[in-house]
Nanobody, 117 residues
Framework: QVQLVESGGGLVQPGGSLRLSCAVS????????MNWHRQALGKGRELVAA????????IYADSVKGRCTISRDKAENTVYLQMNNLKPEGTAVYFC??????????WGQGTQVTVSS
């Protein structure tokens, strides 16, 4: 069973930065593509960024492009989301997701990010 544990959320002022981490248990981290999603209060869950299993390609939502960077560390079994120049509309619970074949997909429990002065 794969488990994902996010950390790094918190309260930050507009224009500030945060780095979210998602630690993935198990020896099979390298076979999963990894996503970061977020869900604001009263809204649906949306994709923020995604990175391939090999880490060679990534995509971003238009709303965060140029301000966020997704990366992964094979030695640490961890995926990161560096977020800069945060805006109030970035307030949400951020989730990581491991994407494998077929039903081999997992969610973390989420970490709260609040952008407010």
């Amino acid at each position: 069973q794969v488990q994902l544990v996010e950390s790094g959320g918190g309260l930050v002022q507009p224009g500030g930065s945060l780095r979210l981490s998602c630690a993935v248990s198990g020896p099979t981290f390298s076979r999963y593509a990894m996503n970061w999603h977020r869900q604001a209060l009263g809204k649906g869950r949306e994709l923020v960024a995604a990175i391939t299993s090999g880490g060679d390609s990534s995509i971003y939502a238009d709303s965060v492009k140029g301000r966020c960077t997704i990366s992964r560390d094979k030695a640490e079994n961890t995926v990161y989301l560096q977020m800069n120049n945060l805006k109030p509309e970035g307030t949400a619970v951020y989730f990581c997701r491991a994407i494998g074949d077929d039903e081999d997909k997992y969610w973390g429990q989420g970490t709260q990010v609040t952008v407010s002065s």
